[in-house]
Nanobody, 121 residues
Framework: QVQLVESGGGLVQAGGSLRLSCGAS????????MGWYRQAPGKQRELVAS???????NYADSVKGRFTISRDNVKNTVYLQMNSLKPGDTGVYYC???????????????WGQGTHVTVSS
């Protein structure tokens, strides 16, 4: 009932930048939080950054000072600006959005399809 579409992944050299985008659409009444997770090969999915409806942010220690999460409330879109990328940032990045559905009090917790980020050394 809520669809997420991600874009912006790709191949970049170490030290480079990428900007990921994730747009949410569907029966959205409100969004509590939006975030980005990543899964490196052979590893568990981990939180990269999150942003709540009141503007609180949370970043993984490994990305602090390099990545910035932001959102466009009108477009229901969340962004992840990734600078000074390192080979260790390589993985599949997933967008996550949770909130409430319109016309009900049901919550939703949706995931994007994932976008690949590869950082070469």
């Amino acid at each position: 009932q809520v669809q997420l579409v991600e874009s912006g992944g790709g191949l970049v050299q170490a030290g480079g930048s990428l900007r990921l985008s994730c747009g949410a659409s569907g029966r959205i009444l409100s969004i509590n939080a939006m975030g980005w997770y990543r899964q490196a090969p052979g590893k568990q999915r981990e939180l990269v950054a999150s942003l709540t409806s009141v503007g609180s942010t949370n970043y993984a220690d490994s990305v602090k000072g390099r990545f910035t999460i932001s959102r466009d409330n009108v477009k229901n879109t969340v962004y992840l600006q990734m600078n000074s990328l390192k080979p260790g940032d390589t993985g599949v990045y997933y967008c996550n959005v949770h909130g409430y559905l319109s016309g009900s009090l049901y919550k939703f917790d949706s995931w994007g399809q994932g976008t690949h980020v590869t950082v070469s050394s």
